[in-house]
């Protein structure tokens, strides 16, 4: 079992590796491992794939394979997705959200978990039950940078990976703030390239966001 305190340490870590976690939605598990390569050898070891498709838990498994990658679950939804994420090799869950049965479920299954808070009420829930790293999610939908920013002041303890919206161009935006750690980010790995088996312009892409920071 693990503690959310335990969870906000490892987590931190997992931040702090990259300044960018890419964002996977594969639809093919072949295209797995060539993917996680590319985007290891760029710089971001650590890897999100969202359970969005059929083939999410399959693709977590392939990766999971690969040398330096350290490969999470994201779109954790319920604590059957937790645990089917846990059994498939993922060393780190995320979610858009929290509820006590998903947090109650990572924690038996010994599952750090990045939860998601789009409010100061649900960060300061987080915090009270020991989250002190989480997810800010929509980002720029829900006011960006600037939202991030004026929560530093009056919750300082909290450190946030923000996702949704985030691209190279406002990356930097967050990453310059003193409660972001790390982005998360799917404009590393296009559709249209894991398709193609692009994988040296992804490497490119993964490299150019490993120097963000």
């Known amino acids: 079992m693990i503690t959310p305190s335990e969870a906000s340490t490892f987590t931190q870590t997992l931040c702090e590796t990259a300044p960018v976690i890419p964002v996977l939605v594969v639809e093919d598990p072949t295209t797995a491992a060539p993917l996680a390569k590319a985007l290891v050898a760029g710089g971001l070891p650590v890897l999100?794939?969202?359970?969005?498709?059929?083939a999410a838990l399959s693709v977590i498994r392939e990766m999971a394979q690969?040398?330096?990658a350290i490969v999470g679950a994201g779109t954790v939804l319920t604590?059957?997705?937790?645990?089917?994420?846990r059994a498939a090799g993922a060393q780190f869950a995320v979610s858009p959200g929290a509820t006590d049965a998903l947090l109650d479920a990572c924690e038996a299954i010994d599952l750090p978990i990045l939860p998601g808070a789009a409010t100061a009420t649900e960060a300061m829930a987080?915090?009270?039950?020991?989250?002190?790293?989480?997810?800010?999610f929509p980002a720029e939908a829900i006011g960006g940078a600037k939202a991030l920013k004026s929560l530093a002041g009056p919750l300082p303890q909290i450190l946030f990976c923000p996702t949704g919206g985030?691209?190279?161009?406002?990356?930097?935006?967050?990453?310059?703030?003193?409660?972001v750690r790390c982005v998360g980010g799917s404009w590393v790995a296009p559709a249209d390239l894991v398709a193609n088996g692009e994988w040296e312009a992804i490497r490119d892409l993964a490299s150019a966001a490993a120097k963000l920071r």
Do not use: C, H, M
């Open 48 to 54: 999100e794939v969202t359970l969005r498709t059929a």
């Open 166 to 179: 985030i691209s190279a161009k406002n990356a930097p935006d967050y990453l310059s703030l003193p409660n």
């Open 126 to 136: 987080l915090l009270a039950r020991g989250y002190t790293v989480q997810k800010f």
């Open 66 to 68: 690969v040398p330096g």
């Open 79 to 85: 604590p059957e997705d937790a645990r089917n994420a």
